[in-house]
């Protein structure tokens, strides 16, 4: 499933109007007048708020179609249960991760699965899903981001990084739900 990536795409058009806002500012400023005062500005920043909110919708209106297509379409759901709020404090990862929106992703499913009747399950976050060999379970060790594919080193399967983790995070999940007599 590819990431949309909201922001990404209107980053363009806000940047342009919120160099605008800055320059309304800066005129306000020059002539003496207090922000709040400053009508141009004032409009200037109404457009800017429009535009984060047709960012936001965007992402909510495409969070609540796939979320609802899944639930609809499958019994059981196995998610890998992410500390999102720690994951924004690495300056890298943050735009991406706040434009996926994965806890209110996680949200949708949970309250959407109660709804339906069906089943959400959620692995633990500390579970090494992209160190494990999915095909023979061989723990291959920490790997960097940077690295996409690799191959175990026991039984030589090549694997790409995200769907070998999301197969490790299937099996766990059924593995777990099959233990506590769930699924």
């Avoid at 990431?3 to 309304?24: G, I, V």
């Avoid at 969070?63 to 019994?75: E, F, P, R, V």
Wanted: aromatic share 6%.
């Amino acid at each position: 499933m590819n990431n949309h990536r909201f922001t990404k795409a209107m980053r363009q058009k806000l940047a342009r109007e919120q160099r605008k806002l800055s320059r309304r500012a800066e005129g306000a400023k020059r002539r003496g007048t207090p922000l709040h005062m400053a009508k141009n500005y004032q409009k200037q920043k109404r457009v800017v708020a429009r535009l984060h909110e047709k960012v936001a919708n965007q992402r909510k209106d495409f969070l609540h179609k796939l979320s609802t297509d899944l639930i609809k379409n499958h019994d059981a759901i196995v998610v890998e249960d992410l500390h999102a709020k720690g994951m924004l404090r690495n300056r890298k990862l943050a735009s991406v991760i706040s434009d996926v929106s994965w806890s209110m992703f996680v949200t949708q499913l949970t309250y959407k699965a109660d709804w339906y009747g069906k089943q959400l399950i959620k692995v633990d976050r500390w579970f090494p899903s992209s160190q494990l060999c999915s095909s023979c379970g061989h723990h291959d060790g920490k790997k960097g981001l940077h690295v996409r594919e690799w191959s175990c080193s026991a039984c030589h399967t090549p694997h790409d990084r995200d769907i070998n983790a999301a197969v490790n995070i299937l099996q766990e999940g059924l593995r777990t739900a099959g233990a506590a007599g769930i699924a």
